[in-house]
């Protein structure tokens, strides 16, 4: 199952960029991950 893997990246990746930014990491695969996600091509979610 592929795609529960994708999300933990998109999921790690947001992390990093909240930390990077000083904001409050999400810890669920939220909207704004979802949102992330998309923009970087995933558009089967």
Known sequence: FH???????????????AKDRGEKCPTKVTNQVFRYAKKAGASYI
Do not use: A, M, S, T
């Open 3 to 17: 795609l529960y893997e994708q999300c933990r990246d998109f999921l790690i990746q947001v992390q990093n960029i």
